[in-house]
């Protein structure tokens, strides 16, 4: 079991920047990789970035160039830094962990782009 704890939304004005956690607990040896996912009222829930174990990211073309993704595995953490935030990016954003059984979500943290 894997669980995933989202923080770091909220509220911020156009051309903002916010960096989201996602702190990863239990049966950490077995994430191959993790990702953010974005769901915004009336639409589908989307994937925003995905990073490996080793690093490597990928991103969603929506977000090439403003958010970046990162992870501590040490710390157990992935990060997104998000930045020229804009109101196509309001949604609740999720944490999600893969591994070789299963897929695990966090609980969503909200942001809010608006001035």
């Known amino acids: 079991q894997v669980q995933l704890v989202e923080s770091g939304g909220g509220l911020v004005q156009p051309g903002g920047s916010l960096r989201l956690s996602c702190a990863a607990s239990?049966?950490?040896?077995?994430?191959?990789?993790m990702a953010w996912y974005r769901q915004a009222p009336g639409s589908q829930r989307e994937l925003v970035a995905s990073?490996?174990?080793?690093?490597?990211?990928n991103y969603a073309d929506s977000v090439k160039g403003r958010f970046t993704i990162s992870r501590d595995n040490a710390e157990n953490t992935m990060y997104l830094q998000m930045n020229n935030l804009n109101a196509e990016d309001t949604a609740v954003y999720y944490c999600n962990a893969d591994t070789w059984t299963n897929n695990y979500w966090g609980q969503g943290t909200q942001v809010t782009v608006s001035s």
């Open positions: 990073i490996t174990r080793g690093g490597s990211p």
């Open positions: 239990g049966d950490i040896l077995s994430i191959r990789f």
